[in-house]
Every structure is written in structure tokens, then in C-alpha cells.
């Protein structure tokens, strides 16, 4: 089983920043990929940014020049510095872990509201 704890959501302005934490706990495969996505009202959840655990990152094309996901790997940690933010990016973030081994397996986080508003 793996935990994992989002930290870092808020309300922001229109052309602010905000950067989100999340820990992780629990049985963490040596080969796995820490990402973020996100949720809004009415919208399916889609992907913000991965980072494998030797550094490779995937970033949507919606927050590509915006948002930077870097990784602790010693404390299990994952991150996302958002800048630029935008009415459109108010949702709830959620991290997620996928171990990889035989059969890929995702864990989820409770997830974190940010609101970008004026």
C-alpha cells in the first residue's frame, strides 16, 4: 500500500504563483513515476505533469512553460511550481504514484483545491 499527502492549495490571483507538495509513504517500487493532475467541475481528471523516478517529465500541453514538477527521491517527495496561473487552472489537484513492475499500480492522494481567482 502507498499514502500519499498533497500540501500547497490555496486561493491565488490571476497571474500568480503557487507550489504544490506531495508526500509519499508506504511500499514505493525503485521503478516508479510521481505525477499531478487535476479535476474540474463537470470535466474529466487529466494529467498536469509526471516525472519518472530517473527524471524524465511529461507536462500536458496546457501548462507546458507554466508549471515545473521536480522530485526528492531520498524523501519521497513530489512537486509542482505553477506560475502564470489562470482562471482555468481552479481544480482540485491530485498526486498520484504508479509503481511499476509486472502490472503497473496507481495510488491516488486525497487531493488539494486551488482556486485562481481574483
Given at each position: 500500500?502507498?499514502?500519499?499527502?498533497?500540501?500547497?492549495?490555496?486561493?491565488?490571483?490571476?497571474?500568480?504563483?503557487?507550489?504544490?507538495?506531495?508526500?509519499?509513504?508506504?511500499?514505493?517500487?525503485?521503478?516508479?513515476?510521481?505525477?499531478?493532475?487535476?479535476?474540474?467541475?463537470?470535466?474529466?481528471?487529466?494529467?498536469?505533469?509526471?516525472?519518472?523516478?530517473?527524471?524524465?517529465?511529461?507536462?500536458?500541453?496546457?501548462?507546458?512553460?507554466?508549471?515545473?514538477?521536480?522530485?526528492?527521491?531520498?524523501?519521497?517527495?513530489?512537486?509542482?511550481?505553477?506560475?502564470?496561473?489562470?482562471?482555468?487552472?481552479?481544480?482540485?489537484?491530485?498526486?498520484?504514484l504508479r509503481?511499476?513492475?509486472?502490472?503497473?499500480?496507481?495510488?491516488?492522494?486525497q487531493g488539494?483545491?486551488?482556486?485562481?481567482?481574483?
Amino acid at each position: 500500500q502507498v499514502y500519499l499527502v498533497e500540501f500547497g492549495g490555496g486561493l491565488v490571483q490571476p497571474g500568480g504563483s503557487l507550489t504544490l507538495s506531495c508526500a509519499a509513504s508506504g511500499s514505493i517500487f525503485s521503478t516508479n513515476v510521481l505525477g499531478w493532475y487535476r479535476q474540474s467541475p463537470g470535466k474529466e481528471r487529466e494529467l498536469v505533469a509526471t516525472m519518472t523516478n530517473d527524471g524524465i517529465t511529461n507536462y500536458s500541453d496546457s501548462v507546458k512553460g507554466r508549471v515545473t514538477i521536480s522530485r526528492d527521491n531520498a524523501k519521497n517527495r513530489v512537486y509542482l511550481q505553477m506560475n502564470g496561473l489562470k482562471p482555468e487552472d481552479t481544480a482540485v489537484y491530485y498526486c498520484k504514484l504508479r509503481n511499476i513492475f509486472t502490472v503497473p499500480v496507481d495510488y491516488w492522494g486525497q487531493g488539494t483545491q486551488v482556486t485562481v481567482s481574483s
